[in-house]
């Protein structure tokens, strides 16, 4: 497999939650090394594409493929696409009370160890000490059960914490700029840029303009109604800043 | 058809006359009662299929001078325990003891076997056995407004087991604690039992007097042992003021059937702290019940419990407000995985002088399988009208959003699995500031999640 091309590339993906379509035949291709911003008005499809990728049961892919380095992941478990290197910070992440977030990441990094390998002391205190202090979070969080009673921006942090600490080949990340106030955008951009680089593919899922002043997006990519209608550079996600989502509508209507 | 125990049985017991007369009137109760059937509300969903004639007690066995001769699994939870001062009985007897501190002693604490207190310390085992869990089932029909209809009465039957265990005990712990003195490290007592198509009778007696304070902790541990029966009889006495918090853990291996009534009897501004550990065994039924005689009185109840294979566990509780402002709040949480079975019949009661109770109850199932069952009974009798009281129950599977979650980083599905179920009994366990205990308990969860 060598020769693969090292990208996550989605051909003509459906996807729907009972017999109800969603994703009506979306196709992007994200190269590691770029980041992609993908857009669009609520409700058209955006974050079930992000769970489709990773294997949310809650949605059937009735046609197309997700090809990560090559390989379709989509009769893969969720736990195997995770340990291939796909990470999703969730929009809503789960309340998880009883499991503290130290045990669930060490659990989570001693995963993605080959059999009989073990995640070291130090490999994991390294780790996590770096990763906090990117995130200007005090070690006292990890003791704490995961997600439970953290406000919307703590668990924000807390999905990039888990990125960085599990050093994923292609991230997705779900509005994870909304909620937060500035400072805490920035800090989670510091945390998505720290590990921007040639091994890095990705899809910024985002509303606005304003975290994209902070992670610069290689391409633009709109979704409406399940569709991919335009694809652009970061101008794209300028326009739409200001000018609204109007115009886009119309594209779905033109393309349907 | 159930035989009657002969009188021959109280000859091997013995005891002083006030006590022969007692098991012996324990004892024609326990030949006139049938095991509870189905018709028997508190009993419904439990049925104990026993041969009393084909059962014997269990041998006795010799007191040995070095832990290195107890069993295996009484040594392993030695060298982890931080109790200050245990016995340790296999079967109907004690076969080994570490005193209690000579600090202790000289404040006046005894900690002892009942068969010793009762020669050592006539008069106050005098005073209180049998005061607490009688041979009868006790009495627990609520005080309600002249003219209304009276609550249900227990029914007889309820008293079968009770009855075999004031008839038959033949040893247990002994915790005697003065007025005001606190004692810090828990006492203990760990049970086991070697013999299997036996009984073993035993019964515990807790006094804590005014404003004294203790903890004691009931561990009860063994190999498999088909057809075995351990009935048992746990009483605690809280003077006013006082605190005691009771922990029993059983953990008996396959083939026992467990029966235990563990009642406290609570006084003015007192607190009885108590948490059931079920684990082990085939059948277990564990009734825990606290009569809240005193004003102010307060009890926390607490439980957990995991069953797999073919285990039934069936957990009565009683939080009876028999004084005002009184305040009670149980939380038990469970496990069913396989074709276990679990019961749940809680029972509040709130007598008509019961001003300002405040009470609370939760019962919390996770199913781990579609082929467990899970029978949850809250029942309320409130005949005071200025009360909060609130119980709620829930059944359901492991939270799928969360395996999920924990899916998408990479854990494997097994894994995820077993730290949800960990974690759902975590703050049953987060409530208990016994850290050896909870390490022990965590150990058992540990295991059995494993095998789930
Ligand atoms: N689990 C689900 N059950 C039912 N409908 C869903 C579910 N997930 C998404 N949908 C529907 O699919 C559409 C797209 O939702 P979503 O992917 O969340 O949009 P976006 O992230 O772009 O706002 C919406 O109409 C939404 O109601
Ligand atoms: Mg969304």
């Known amino acids: 497999m060598t020769n693969q091309p090292h990208q996550l590339e989605i051909r003509n993906l459906h996807a729907s939650v009972g017999d109800q379509p969603i994703l009506k035949g979306i196709n992007l291709t994200v190269p590691r090394g770029e980041l992609h911003a993908v857009m669009g008005p609520n409700g058209n499809g955006k974050s079930t594409l992000a769970k489709v990728i990773v294997g949310d049961p809650e949605y059937t892919v009735t046609e197309g493929e997700v090809l990560v380095d090559g390989v379709n992941i989509l009769?893969?478990?969720?736990?195997?696409?995770?340990?291939?290197?796909?990470?999703?910070?969730?929009?809503?992440?789960?309340?998880?009370?009883?499991?503290?977030?130290?045990?669930?990441?060490?659990?989570?990094?001693?995963?993605?160890?080959?059999e009989g390998e073990e995640v070291s002391f130090t490999e994991f205190y390294g780790k996590l000490q770096s990763a906090l202090k990117t995130l200007e979070w005090d070690e006292s969080i990890v003791e704490r059960y995961l997600n439970e009673g953290f406000s919307g921006g703590e668990k924000k942090r807390n999905e990039i914490l888990q990125m960085l600490m599990l050093d994923p080949n292609y991230i997705i990340m779900d509005e994870t700029d909304s909620g937060l106030d500035v400072d805490a955008l920035k800090i989670v951009a510091r945390g998505v840029n720290s590990m921007r680089g040639p091994n890095l593919g990705g899809l910024i899922i985002t509303h606005y303009q304003r975290l994209l002043d902070y992670i610069v997006p290689d391409k633009v990519h709109i979704i409406v109604d399940g569709r991919v209608v335009q694809s652009g550079g970061p101008e794209l996600a300028k326009k739409l800043d200001t000018e609204g989502y109007d115009w886009v509508k119309q594209l779905a209507v033109a393309g349907a | 058809m159930t035989q009657p125990f002969t009188e021959e049985l109280i000859a091997q017991v013995g005891g002083p006359d006030w006590l022969r007369n007692k098991r012996r009137e324990s004892l024609d109760l326990f030949n006139t009662l049938e095991v509870p059937?189905?018709?028997?509300?508190?009993?419904?969903?439990?049925?104990?299929?026993?041969?009393?004639?084909?059962?014997?007690?269990?041998?006795?066995?010799?007191?040995?001078?070095?832990?290195?001769?107890?069993?295996?699994?009484?040594?392993?939870?030695?060298?982890?325990?931080?109790?200050g001062a245990y016995l340790v009985l296999d079967g109907p007897d004690v076969v080994y003891a570490t005193e209690l501190p000579t600090e202790l002693r000289e404040k006046g604490v005894i900690f002892t076997d009942l068969k010793t207190a009762v020669e050592q310390h006539a008069d106050k085992v005098q005073q209180y056995l049998y005061s607490v869990v009688p041979a009868e089932v006790p009495d627990d029909t609520t005080i309600a407004a002249p003219g209304t209809t009276p609550s249900k009465s227990p029914d007889p039957s309820e008293g079968k087991f009770s009855?075999?265990?004031?008839?038959?005990?033949?040893?247990?712990?002994?915790?005697?604690?003065?007025?005001?003195?606190?004692?810090?490290?828990?006492?203990?007592?760990?049970?086991?039992?070697?013999?299997?198509?036996?009984?073993?009778?035993?019964?515990?007696?807790?006094?804590?007097?005014?404003?004294?304070?203790?903890?004691?902790?009931?561990?009860?541990?063994?190999?498999?042992?088909?057809?075995?029966?351990?009935?048992?009889?746990v009483e605690l006495v809280i003077k006013d003021g006082a605190r005691l918090r009771y922990v029993s853990i059983q953990n008996w291996g396959k083939g026992v059937t467990h029966i235990q009534r563990q009642r406290g009897d609570?006084?003015?501004?007192?607190?009885?702290?108590?948490?059931?550990?079920?684990?082990?065994?085939?059948?277990?039924?564990?009734?825990?019940?606290?009569?809240?005689?005193?004003?102010?009185?307060?009890?926390?109840?607490?439980?957990?419990?995991?069953?797999?294979?073919?285990?039934?566990?069936?957990?009565?509780?009683?939080?009876?407000?028999?004084?005002?402002?009184?305040?009670?709040?149980?939380?038990?949480?469970?496990?069913?995985?396989?074709?276990?079975?679990?019961?749940?019949?809680?029972?509040?009661?709130?007598?008509?002088?019961?001003?300002?109770?405040?009470?609370?109850?939760?019962?919390?199932?996770?199913?781990?399988?579609?082929?467990?069952?899970?029978?949850?009974?809250?029942?309320?009798?409130?005949?005071?009208?200025?009360?909060?009281?609130?119980?709620?129950?829930?059944?359901?599977?492991?939270?799928?959003?969360?395996?999920?979650?924990?899916?998408?980083?990479?854990?494997?599905?097994?894994?995820?699995?077993?730290?949800?179920?960990?974690?759902?009994?975590?703050?049953v366990l987060s409530r208990v500031p016994l850290q050896s205990v909870v390490k022990y308990i965590e150990g058992i969860i540990a295991q059995k999640v494993g095998a789930a």
């Open chain 1, 75 to 114: 009769e893969m478990e969720p736990d195997e696409r995770a340990r291939l290197g796909v990470f999703l910070a969730f929009q809503y992440p789960v309340e998880i009370p009883g499991v503290t977030i130290a045990n669930f990441l060490r659990l989570a990094m001693q995963a993605r160890k080959a």
């Open chain 2, 37 to 83: 059937t189905e018709g028997v509300e508190a009993w419904k969903y439990t049925r104990v299929d026993v041969d009393f004639s084909e059962l014997r007690p269990h041998g006795k066995r010799e007191r040995v001078t070095d832990i290195s001769a107890l069993p295996a699994s009484v040594q392993k939870r030695l060298t982890s325990t931080d109790v």
């Open chain 2, 163 to 233: 009855a075999l265990a004031a008839a038959l005990w033949t040893n247990g712990a002994f915790v005697y604690v003065p007025r005001g003195v606190e004692v810090e490290l828990p006492l203990g007592s760990f049970r086991v039992m070697s013999e299997a198509g036996t009984y073993t009778a035993t019964r515990t007696l807790v006094v804590a007097e005014e404003n004294a304070q203790v903890t004691f902790i009931d561990e009860q541990d063994s190999e498999d042992l088909p057809g075995t029966y351990a009935i048992g009889a």
């Open chain 2, 266 to 427: 609570v006084g003015r501004d007192a607190t009885l702290n108590s948490l059931v550990v079920t684990m082990g065994g085939t059948l277990s039924r564990t009734e825990m019940q606290s009569y809240l005689r005193g004003q102010g009185s307060d009890s926390e109840m607490l439980a957990l419990y995991f069953a797999n294979e073919d285990q039934h566990f069936d957990h009565y509780t009683l939080q009876h407000h028999a004084a005002p402002h009184a305040h009670s709040d149980l939380l038990y949480k469970g496990v069913n995985a396989d074709q276990s079975v679990g019961v749940f019949s809680g029972m509040i009661k709130v007598d008509l002088g019961a001003q300002k109770t405040d009470a609370y109850q939760k019962h919390r199932t996770l199913m781990l399988s579609s082929e467990a069952q899970n029978y949850s009974v809250p029942q309320l009798e409130i005949n005071a009208n200025d009360v909060r009281c609130s119980h709620g129950s829930t059944t359901g599977p492991v939270n799928q959003e969360a395996l999920f979650f924990l899916r998408s980083r990479g854990i494997h599905k097994e894994l995820a699995e077993k730290m949800l179920v960990t974690a759902f009994l975590e703050d």
